[in-house]
Each structure stands twice: as structure tokens, then as C-alpha cells.
């Protein structure tokens, strides 16, 4: 039998890659990173994520670094052309069921120095830079992977458990797996515009806009710092060769800014897509983040899709790595996801329609109409697609809120789940299988346990609730039930 040189290679070292490789870090695994480049790319694309997000972010041990870099997002407005309220989307300052702030605001660049350098620590973590993986197959219980050092043209080859590929949009990984995908039929070129304001402007919003046109549909982006965005839909109005032209811009920015308040940090063209594919995984091969689902960026959720797939996979990969491959379980990833990020790219992309000025307001079943006609959004929190738990249990799939036991000694109660399973009870049992919390002992969540009318929960380490049980059923049949699933 080949023998494997880690648990996990992860292929490609942006936020998804690096977001993995830190949850990974959680358990005592060997990983391996690839990453083509040799640094950070330095310029952002995503510049906003939210409570979800930040409680990965709190999980890996990254929020207090983080925090300091990030603002806290008021929201966003969809306006006509005459600047009239069609939609507002607020972001209350207050904490979510995810014990954080329901939006925020962020330096891609601050993001991914953070996460790297959070892993320092982990001796058991091989990072390649400048190395691209050039061939990739299953091979029974490993997969072969050859990579190429591009500064000194040298190959090698590595053996890992599993694979999972993060290298984006023009993934290596996915052609592996297979191409076909998914599209939704939203394909638009923007411009991308990254402005750092001189001086601070009072009058431009603090939220973000989304100017509703059929001429120029035009994104504005209240950024961390002075930094600002514009993003514009090209079309005869606005064209790809505009972006060349400096005094073109200026004379569109005109409307907010000139050249005395800003500098263009840069400018660029993206070619927005909606597209998921159709496979995820191939044996012991995986996909996530971009290399997995591609989404225009009005709700800023690209990224945070990429990261909800690697913290959905991260503890699946790890039981298998350290109980025995169990294709039931892998099997979960692809469709517990796939349905979740299909809700963000479907409202997206409604969002998308508005801005063109071609599409209804009600971009998700979370809009109200209020009494004087106008609109407001709450955000959605779609729960997982099928897989690991029972259908007819209403609390499945469903995140388990962050509960803050101010005076115990597991202050942050998200800790105890984090790595594997975990049921709470009402009753005090003797399981060996499982570790077990007893929720009278924690008055919050007693709380949460009545307000959800349930006698135990099992929670995945992703803050997923498994399974619940409703109070008149027989527990020891609900754990052994749950377990099996597992084995
Ligand atoms: C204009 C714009 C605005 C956006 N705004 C937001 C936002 O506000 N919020 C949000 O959540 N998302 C947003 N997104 C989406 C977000 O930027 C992406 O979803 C996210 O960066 C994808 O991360 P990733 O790690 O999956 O892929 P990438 O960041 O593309 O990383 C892939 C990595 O793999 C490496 N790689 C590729 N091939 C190989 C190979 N063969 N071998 C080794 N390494 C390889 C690459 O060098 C790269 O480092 C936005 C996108 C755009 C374009």
C-alpha cells in the first residue's frame, strides 16, 4: 500500500483554503497547502461577511485580531434613479442568534495575513508556495496528487487521505471531479473601482447603495477605513474601454466624488456568474468556495458560501480520518450545501434583476411590505439541504444559537462542540459514546431548551443542530439512532 505523507492536502491558500487548514488545525491531522502564488494577493474582492462568518472566525481563534479590523455594516439600500427608497436591507447593531453582528465590513488582504498567521503554530501544517498541483487522481484508500515548484521547475509528489480543492473560480481540482454545472443565467461584466478617500467625506453613505438603473446599475460600498467601492454594470453607457480612461471615471464618479478626494486604488473587470456544480466530490477528491459555486456579489456572499462549505466538511473529513472512511457521511457535504448556497445565489441574483431595473423588489420571501408601500429585508438564513439527520425533525439543519454563560467556566459554550458531537440533555445519563452536557446545570441554555420545547439536542461541530428530541419520545433510542449515523 502507497504510503500517504498527510490527512488532508488542501489546493489553493485563499480564504477558503485558509479557513479549512485552520479548522483542521482543531484536531491533531497532518495537512498539507498548495498555493500557486507566493503571497497574499494584495488587492480585495470580497469585502463583507456576516455573523455566520464571524463565528468561524471566533471558532478558529481569530476574532480578537479581527475585530480591529472591521467595521460594523449599517446595510443596504436599493434606490431608483431618483434616489427613491425601492428596498432597504438594515443591519441592526444587534447581536444574532450567531452571538455577533449581523454584517460586517473588511480588507480581504487583513483577512487572509490573519489567517496564515494564525497557523505558525501548527508543526503538523506543510504550506508550498509558488507550487501549482499539476495532476490529481483517487487512488483506493489515498489520492495521488504531482505539483510543480515554479521557482525551481522541480516536481513532486504527495499521497493524502483526502483532497480538497480551494483553488477558485478556474479550479484544476473541479476538472477532476467534472465540469458540468449548474447555471442560474446571471452572467454581467462590471467594473470594480477601489477609491481611498483623502480626507474623510462626510456626505457619502454610510450604507451600502445599490442604484437601481437600467442605463448604469451602480453598486456603492461604504468600505473599512477610507477605503470606498464603486462597482458598475458596463453597457453602451459605461464601457470596458471607460475603464481605461481616467477622466471617464472621474466624470461618473462625479456624482459622489472627484479627484481632490480620492485616489483610484485600483480598477478593475470582473465577469459576474451564477453557477454551482454539479458535483462536489469524487471519492476522496472535494471541492469548496469558488472551485465549488460562483455568485455575483450584490449580497457580498461568495466568500461566506465558500467558508459555510469548509466548515460543514472540516470535522466529516476529520472522523473519517481518524475512524475509517464512511462514504454515508462524505456523502452529506455536496447536498447539505449544495441547497444552501443556492438560496444565496438565487436572491443574489433577484437582487441582481433590481438593480437592472428589470426585477421585483420582493428579492427573497424575508421582504415586507410596510404600510406605506416601501420595502424592508431581513436576512436569510437558509437551513442545510438533506443529509445527516431525519427530514421530519423540524430543528435539523437548523444553526444552534451561540449561547454566552457569563459566570461558568465554559464561558464560551461553543467551544465544547466544536470538534465533535455533543448532546444535551435535560436528564442526567451515563453515555460513554457521546459527550454529554447536562443543560440544568446552565440556566441559558435551560432557556433555549424550553423556548424550543425539546428534552436533547445533538450539535455537530459546525453549530448545526443533528437532531433534536421532543419531550414525550424515548432518549436512549434518539442517541443510539444519532450515533449510528455516524458509524
Ligand atoms: C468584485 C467582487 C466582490 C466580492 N465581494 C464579496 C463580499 O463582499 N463578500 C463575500 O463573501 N464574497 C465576495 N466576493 C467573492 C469572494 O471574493 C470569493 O468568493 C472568494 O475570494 C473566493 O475564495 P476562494 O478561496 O474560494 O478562491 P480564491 O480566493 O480564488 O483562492 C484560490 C487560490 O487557489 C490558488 N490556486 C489556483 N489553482 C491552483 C493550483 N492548481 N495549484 C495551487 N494553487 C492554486 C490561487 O492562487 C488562489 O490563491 C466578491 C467577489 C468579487 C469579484
Redesign the pocket.
Known sequence: MQNKNCNVLI???????AVLANLLSKYNLSIHV????SKV?NLP?????DDEIMRIFKSIGIYEKLIKKTIINKGTKFVDENDNLILDWPRPRQITDNGFYPSYRFH?PDLEKILRKNLALNNNLKIYYN????ELENKGKVVKAK?INKSTNTSQTIYADYVVG???????VKKIIGQETIDFGFQEK?A?LDLIMKKNKKNLPDRTIQYCSQNTPTTYCRNVGRRRRW?ISLNKNFTEKDILNENKIWNFLSKWVTQNDAIIERKTI?N?KSLIAKKWRKGRIFI????AHL?P?FM???????LRDVSNLFWKLAHCCYFGHKEKILETYESERLENVKEYIITTINMGKLLNSIGDPNVSNTVKENQDGSRVMTSIKPPLGPGLGSKSDKLRGHVFPFINLQKSKIQNFDEQFDKELILLSKQELNCTDIKHINVNKYKELLKTFNNLNIKALILRPDRFILSSLENNSDINEFINKSILQMS
Open positions: 489546493v489553493g491558500f485563499g480564504p477558503t483554503g498548495l498555493e500557486k502564488e494577493y474582492r470580497a469585502v463583507h461577511f480581504q507550487t501549482e498541483l499539476i505539483c480551494c483553488d477558485g473560480a478556474n479550479s484544476f462590471w470594480v462597482e470582473y459576474f469548496a468556495g469558488d472551485a455568485s456579489p457580498g456572499q461568495g466568500m461566506c458560501s465558500g
